[in-house]
């Protein structure tokens, strides 16, 4: 069993994605091609935004966006304690100074209660200035976005959301990487949405933004090809990258956030009584990067993983450790994250992806059952 099967989605879609491979090499615009703009165009109407912005990776995607607010030294970004690292790091490189905040339980996302506590605490201290809000769509999960606005809008903060994990959920019919000022995601190839390779997007309705953006990611380039304005990265997307994504852009709208719905559902419906699963919360749909159970304690989660390795089914841990603990951010005043502590000590992420069968979710329950019996 394949934790995220991307092989059986390559034969599913294999015509049409070795097609479009094809066409792009025929075309040889290899390099900011036109299926470059067409994606940025379709994944912003998606959205629900102005502007689609694509680049190098996800983590390329969070530097512009803080990039273009002029984010660096002196200035407090607020991240979830329990995250990739890339969340935190992006920050750091710029200068600024993470701030983490506790997550909640049961959707593993940012708690508004406690990062309110964290703005407080850092405006108290007075050693940098709150600056942004990192919002993380974990797992597939928007965050709460309306009590974050709430806070953003109190402190005079921005808010960037990190949907590399996120794109395609939604909240009351509203999609992921639309709530924040600023939102960037992810085409790691096991991302909800992802590519042969790596690959990004920052979306924003800034007009103003979108501009620096645009030119950040070609070397802060102006006007003229040649005349460099500001200094900035090389972070473009791979015109056969955008091709690959063109064709899963229409299987992911058409069939496949459906049918991973699906199988998270029979997940739940059999397991819900039997470990801690998800939390969905009401008018929130997920896209399902992870379905993570939680345990109760370390001991029994390696057990479980180690059962289910032996019986051929992949189970992962995302995260092992939280981001205050990290060697890098060893330096730093970080505040106590009790919740993403314990949750780093419990969690582990079943095999899902779209072309996850009932068969195959019954297989992951038994061995389960089998463990913990």
């Given at each position: ?82 995250t990739f690292f890339s969340s935190a790091e992006v920050v750091s490189l710029e200068g600024a100074t ?127 090809k040649y005349d460099n304005v500001r200094i900035g990265l090389n972070s473009r997307l791979d015109t ?134």
């Amino acid at each position: 069993m394949e934790f995220r099967d991307l092989k059986k989605q390559y034969s599913v879609l294999r015509q049409d994605i070795d097609r479009a491979i094809q066409e792009t090499c025929a075309a040889s615009a290899f390099i900011m091609g036109p299926q470059v703009r067409k994606l940025e165009q379709q994944l912003a109407d998606y959205v629900g935004v102005r502007h689609c912005i694509s680049c190098a990776n996800g983590t390329d995607a969070l530097t512009l966006a803080l990039k273009a607010w002029g984010i660096g030294p002196g200035d407090a970004v607020f991240v979830p304690d329990f995250t990739f690292f890339s969340s935190a790091e992006v920050v750091s490189l710029e200068g600024a100074t993470p701030i983490f905040v506790d997550v909640c339980e049961g959707t593993f996302n940012i708690d508004p209660e406690d990062l309110e506590h964290a703005v407080r605490q850092t405006l108290a201290e007075g050693r940098v200035t709150p600056k942004v809000i990192v919002a993380v769509d974990l797992f597939g999960l928007p965050a709460d976005y309306a009590r974050i606005r709430e806070i953003a809008d109190r402190y005079g903060l921005f808010i960037l959301e990190d949907g590399a994990q996120g794109f395609g959920g939604s909240c009351n019919g509203r999609r992921a990487c639309s709530f924040g000022d600023i939102a960037t995601t992810s085409f790691f190839p096991a991302k909800p949405l992802g590519c042969y390779g790596d690959g990004g997007a920052v979306f924003t309705d800034n007009d103003e933004w979108a501009a620096l953006i645009a030119s950040y990611r070609v070397h802060g380039k102006g006007s003229d090809k040649y005349d460099n304005v500001r200094i900035g990265l090389n972070s473009r997307l791979d015109t056969i990258q955008a091709a690959i994504l063109q064709v899963k852009f229409k299987a992911f709208k058409d069939f496949e956030l459906d049918a991973v719905n699906a199988a998270a559902e029979k997940y739940t419906t059999l397991l819900r009584d039997i470990v801690a699963t998800p939390v969905i919360l009401e008018g929130y749909r997920s896209s399902w990067a992870q379905y993570t159970i939680r345990l109760q304690d370390s001991a029994t989660r390696d057990a479980l993983q180690a059962s289910l390795k032996a019986t051929g089914i992949p189970a992962m841990v995302y995260y092992p450790r939280p981001m205050h603990m990290q060697t890098a951010f060893a330096g730093l005043d970080t505040r106590t994250c009790p919740t993403a502590t314990s949750l780093c000590e419990r969690v582990l992420s079943l095999p899902m992806h779209p072309y996850l069968t009932e068969e195959d979710v019954e297989m992951v329950y038994n061995a389960i059952i089998n463990s913990l019996k």
